[in-house]
T-cell receptor, first 111, second 110 residues
């Protein structure tokens, strides 16, 4: 158990819709990051939050946005969904050693 | 050229075999390195960090070659339970962005 939980575990959306994915990090971990993992690929960094401020962003368009809350929870929002957004979305909190603790992910299918 | 490259495999080996994976990185400012293991349809989990002097954890040995810009993972006496995808992760100095390779698939058969 990593102490990181994500919801929902699976969901299906249609093109153009919006989705919100949620993550609850380990208590005491101030850094949370989100990743997109397509089938057969490694996780791609979307963005990272530290104490509720975004402090790093990967090569994703602005329709991918996020929030981090004081209670160690965070959200990933994706607007105007496209078929290529279908993937496993992983949330990870970081310990002091830099180790990433991942949740089990939210598997999004866009039809 | 991708920042972090791995041979996707699959590496198909019998139980008891020794297998090695390499991961090359393109940015010489890369500072910290990790191997993660990901089971099918599960989340990645840290297997081991990679130190400059090399490090060993039981049957697993990780090494870093800065001159040639690659890290390696050696698994001795492979077990069926070692079957998984092994992800290489590289952090660049001063960057908050960890870069993952696409992973190397290992299948250990009886």
């Amino acid at each position: 158990e990593t102490g990181v939980t994500q919801s929902p575990t699976h969901l299906i959306k249609t093109r153009g819709q919006q989705v919100t994915l949620r993550c609850s990090s380990q208590s005491g971990h101030n850094t949370v990051s989100w990743y997109q993992q397509a089938l057969g690929q490694g996780p791609q960094f979307i963005f990272q939050y530290y104490r509720e401020e975004e402090n790093g962003r990967g090569n994703f368009p602005p329709r991918f946005s996020g929030l981090q809350f004081p209670n160690y929870s965070s959200e990933l929002n994706v607007n105007a969904l496209e078929l290529d957004d279908s993937a496993l979305y992983l949330c990870a909190s970081a310990g002091d050693t830099g180790e990433l603790f991942f949740g089990e992910g939210s598997r999004l299918t866009v039809l | 050229r991708k920042e972090v490259e791995q041979d996707p495999g699959p590496f198909n080996v019998p139980e008891g075999a020794t297998v090695a994976f390499n991961c090359t990185y393109s940015n010489s400012a890369s500072q910290s390195f990790f191997w993660y293991r990901q089971d099918c349809r599960k989340e990645p989990k840290l297997l081991m960090s990679v130190y400059s002097s090399g490090n060993e954890d039981g049957r697993f040995t990780a090494q870093l070659n800065r001159a040639s810009q690659y890290i390696s993972l050696l698994i001795r006496d492979s077990k069926l339970s070692d079957s998984a995808t092994y992800l290489c992760v590289v952090n660049i100095e001063g960057s908050y962005i960890p870069t993952f390779g696409r992973g190397t698939s290992l299948i250990v058969h009886p």
